[in-house]
């Protein structure tokens, strides 16, 4: 049977995922990419303009309610960009988790047609939240900029080499945590009505409206299991300069992340042949 | 043996009956919980039927199947007959529960033309969008657009968000998309049913085209001409087994046999909902029974003799027609009636009548009863129809004419020619 190409059987495999067939398909991603741009501005005012607004007014909201009134940023840098730093990071895992989890429902219709590597879909949507994260660094660098011509300083020191690393592992936990959810969300779908609250939640239980300082030291180690909890804080050391670089928390918080990748993608590859049967 | 694209070994696809999942986690605990302590599902409603629930149902039940390279296979069955499951197994939108599948080159399947199109983008990015989702890269839509434009003949209205677009264009660009992959194998379910008709003759044109060029199609209809046409051979499904596979006519003439259970000789159309309501007020057709028959099998020498209960609401110049369709349901032909009932209000009728089939050629037909009446400017008016009733014509002409095929000359068999001098 050599010469074929292809072959379908029933196996579903447990990590059955073809890196190789993915990237052919890097067209399609990039495809999928610019539609979830271009249509979710279309008929808007104030279209693209939006990228930048919308962060603007989340990040003014934080600084005001979490800053000035609970003041719990507790770092002698200005609020603005604490907050604009936290933010970035936090809305685009956010984001990217919301976005992966939905992938299954929302694309049903194309996916019940025709084939295509059923992991290009959350791929796109964790690139669309890259975006997001590019506009909101570019902002986050002009605002410091300003800041430094009038003379505040930042302390930013080698570990910012460290930051495309922290964006690649929030990356992968969000595609991670969102194909989990999205398996699920194939049988039951509460789940998707779920992840908007559970996102919630989990932005109170991970530093970013606040350190981890206020967090009590005995129950720190369990805290820093949250994978997120060491990347915001090693986050923001690395680009502001504020904290400490947690090396420690961040290798169990790359071993967790890592994990739920795998099992993520694991039962990614056990009900993508067949979910079209349930969704 | 040819060059293969295809090998099935057999495949075998199973659903399970009943609700899977869709209920919630909790109702799910609570169904699991009472069945393993042997109490009874608090979930399922009282008195409902579960004897089904849970069922395994096969799809496909063990197909076994070679296509070689530069085959236009068609696969005909009945509804349910597990053709497009199989389509969705080959264009891998859903796995088979056992067997294999080897497949020498790409797939590119139209199980439905437009899959991704996007109502906010463009025309020219939907085809870059379409184009991708069924697996040519960027550098392919690039060199194909002008002609794909072409193609669509929407060339005006491209740089035009789709959701502008009327539904007849949005499946020519659609389809000009599909159209222009460059996969070895091409699968099809009816989509050739798009457009006008100018466009379908294109569409089938270039069909043709792509099997004389050496690229395999499988094609899935219920239009037994389309078959004809494009195909070069065909097999028949029914009830996820194959029971046919091999020449065209012939598959054809198996598939319209299989559809015939009995040529039944009485018909209660008391309890039969009417295809929409503005039939079966006016007047309604209660039974139809063939007479002097044991089945519907008649000579097309012997006239057929119907006799029919029927009431009407009120008065109007009744007449009966019959219309004749071939058995895989393309039209044959209509009889109308110069006798004229004048109908009382609220009143049942017993009327015989008599339909003379000399022109149908040998094979299977379904009939239909409509009366209805004609307008002083000779439209008529139907205002009744019963569904199809199954009828058998066999040769009763002579030595005097030919064998019939039907491929090639339909299934009425017009009035005599005759030498005048």
């Known amino acids: 049977m050599e010469h074929f190409t292809t072959h379908i059987s029933a196996k579903t495999g447990w990590f059955d995922i073809d890196i190789?067939?993915?990237?052919?398909?890097?067209?399609?991603?990039?495809?999928?990419?610019?539609?979830?741009?271009?249509?979710?501005?279309?008929?808007?005012?104030?279209?693209?303009?939006?990228?930048?607004?919308?962060?603007l007014l989340t990040v003014t909201l934080y600084a005001f309610v979490f800053g000035n009134l609970a003041g719990l940023s507790g770092t002698d840098v200005p609020q603005f960009v604490f907050y604009l730093c936290?933010?970035?990071?936090?809305?685009?895992?956010?984001?990217?988790?919301?976005?992966?989890?939905?992938?299954?429902?929302?694309?049903?219709?194309?996916?019940?047609?025709?084939?295509?590597?059923?992991?290009?879909?959350?791929?796109?949507?964790?690139?669309?939240?890259m975006l997001d994260l590019v506009i909101q660094l570019v902002m986050l660098v002009v605002v410091m900029i300003g800041y430094t011509i009038s003379g505040v300083h930042f302390q930013t020191s080698v570990t910012l080499l460290a930051a495309p690393l922290l964006i690649l592992q929030t990356a992968l936990l969000a595609l991670g945590c969102g194909i989990?959810?999205?398996?699920?969300?194939?049988?039951?779908?509460?789940?998707?009505?779920?992840?908007?609250?559970?996102?919630?939640?989990?932005?109170?239980?991970?530093?970013?409206?606040?350190?981890?300082?206020?967090?009590?030291?005995?129950?720190?180690?369990?805290?820093?299991?949250?994978?997120?909890?060491?990347?915001?804080?090693?986050?923001?050391?690395?680009?502001?300069?504020?904290?400490?670089?947690?090396?420690?928390?961040?290798?169990v918080s790359w071993v967790v992340t890592l994990v739920i990748l795998f099992l993520g993608v694991m039962l990614f590859s056990r009900i993508e042949k067949t979910f079209m049967d349930t969704v | 043996m040819a060059d293969l694209a295809i090998k099935i070994e057999n495949l075998k696809k199973q659903?399970?009956?009943?609700?899977?999942?869709?209920?919630?986690?909790?109702?799910?605990?609570?169904?699991?919980?009472?069945?393993?302590?042997?109490?009874?599902?608090?979930?399922?409603?009282?008195?409902?039927?579960?004897?089904?629930?849970?069922?395994?149902?096969?799809?496909?039940?063990?197909?076994?199947?070679?296509?070689?390279?530069?085959?236009?296979?068609?696969?005909?069955?009945?509804?349910?007959?597990?053709?497009?499951?199989?389509?969705?197994?080959?264009?891998?939108?859903?796995?088979?529960?056992?067997?294999?599948?080897?497949?020498?080159?790409?797939?590119?399947?139209?199980?439905?033309?437009?899959?991704?199109?996007?109502?906010e983008l463009t025309g020219r990015e939907n085809i870059y969008m379409n184009g991708a989702i069924l697996g040519m890269s960027r550098k392919e839509v690039d060199a194909k657009i002008e002609s794909i434009i072409d193609f669509s003949e929407c060339r005006d209205f491209i740089d035009t968000?789709?959701?502008?677009y009327s539904s007849g264009m949005y499946v020519k660009l659609a389809f000009a998309v599909s159209s222009h992959l460059d996969a070895e194998i091409m699968l099809m379910d009816e989509v050739l049913a798009v457009g006008d008709i100018k466009f379908q003759k294109k569409c089938l044109g270039r069909m043709g085209d792509e099997a004389q060029r050496g690229r395999t199609v499988l094609y899935v209809s219920h239009n037994m001409s389309t078959i004809?046409?494009?195909?070069?051979?065909?097999?028949?499904?029914?009830?996820?087994?194959?029971?046919?596979?091999?020449?065209?006519?012939?598959?054809?003439?198996?598939?319209?046999?299989?559809?015939?259970?009995?040529?039944?000789?009485?018909?209660?159309?008391?309890?039969?909902?009417?295809?929409?309501?503005?039939?079966?007020?006016?007047?309604?057709?209660?039974?139809?029974?063939?007479?002097?028959?044991?089945?519907?099998?008649?000579?097309?020498?012997?006239?057929i003799d119907m006799l029919i209960h029927w009431r009407t609401s009120e008065k109007m110049n009744l007449r009966f027609g019959v219309s004749v369709k071939y058995a895989d349901g393309t039209a044959a032909g209509l009889a109308e009636s110069t006798d004229v009932l004048l109908t009382d209000i609220n009143k049942t009728y017993e009327t015989k009548i008599r339909f003379d089939p000399g022109n149908l050629v040998p094979g299977f037909y379904t009939i239909s009863v409509q009366p209805y009446y004609l307008t002083e400017t000779r439209n008529s008016y139907t205002v009744d129809e019963t569904s199809s009733m199954m009828i058998e014509i066999i040769d009763g002409k002579g030595p005097e004419y030919r064998i019939w095929a039907r491929q090639y000359w339909g299934s009425i068999r017009l009035n005599d020619v005759h030498i005048l001098e």
């Open chain 2, 15 to 119: 659903y399970t009956l009943g609700a899977i999942g869709g209920q919630t986690l909790n109702a799910e605990l609570q169904s699991w919980w009472a069945r393993m302590h042997g109490r009874e599902d608090p979930n399922t409603l009282i008195g409902q039927d579960t004897s089904n629930y849970g069922k395994k149902f096969w799809a496909l039940k063990g197909i076994d199947l070679e296509i070689s390279k530069g085959e236009a296979v068609g696969i005909i069955g009945a509804n349910g007959a597990g053709k497009s499951t199989l389509l969705k197994i080959l264009s891998r939108v859903t796995a088979p529960t056992s067997g294999d599948i080897w497949i020498d080159g790409r797939i590119a399947s139209m199980l439905e033309v437009g899959t991704g199109f996007h109502g």
């Open chain 1, 86 to 129: 936290s933010n970035s990071l936090w809305s685009f895992f956010s984001i990217s988790l919301t976005n992966t989890s939905n992938t299954f429902t929302e694309n049903a219709a194309i996916m019940g047609k025709v084939y295509f590597p059923r992991l290009v879909m959350p791929i796109s949507s964790v690139l669309t939240g």
């Open chain 1, 180 to 251: 989990i959810i999205a398996a699920l969300t194939t049988k039951y779908r509460d789940l998707a009505v779920l992840v908007g609250f559970g996102v919630h939640l989990w932005m109170y239980a991970s530093p970013v409206v606040y350190t981890s300082a206020l967090v009590p030291q005995k129950l720190l180690k369990l805290y820093m299991l949250n994978p997120m909890a060491p990347i915001m804080e090693c986050w923001r050391n690395a680009v502001l300069g504020v904290g400490v670089f947690l090396w420690k928390y961040w290798a």
């Open chain 1, 20 to 55: 190789q067939e993915i990237f052919r398909y890097k067209d399609l991603i990039f495809l999928f990419f610019k539609r979830n741009y271009t249509t979710r501005y279309k008929q808007t005012i104030l279209g693209p303009l939006w990228l930048i607004l919308n962060p």
């Open chain 2, 228 to 303: 004809r046409n494009l195909c070069t051979r065909c097999i028949v499904l029914q009830k996820g087994s194959m029971i046919y596979n091999g020449d065209v006519e012939e598959a054809i003439k198996v598939y319209t046999e299989s559809n015939i259970q009995d040529m039944k000789t009485y018909y209660d159309f008391r309890n039969v909902k009417r295809v929409n309501d503005r039939i079966g007020v006016r007047c309604f057709i209660e039974d139809v029974t063939f007479l002097n028959k044991n089945s519907a099998i008649y000579a097309n020498t012997e006239p």
């Open chain 2, 161 to 164: 968000p789709v959701k502008r």
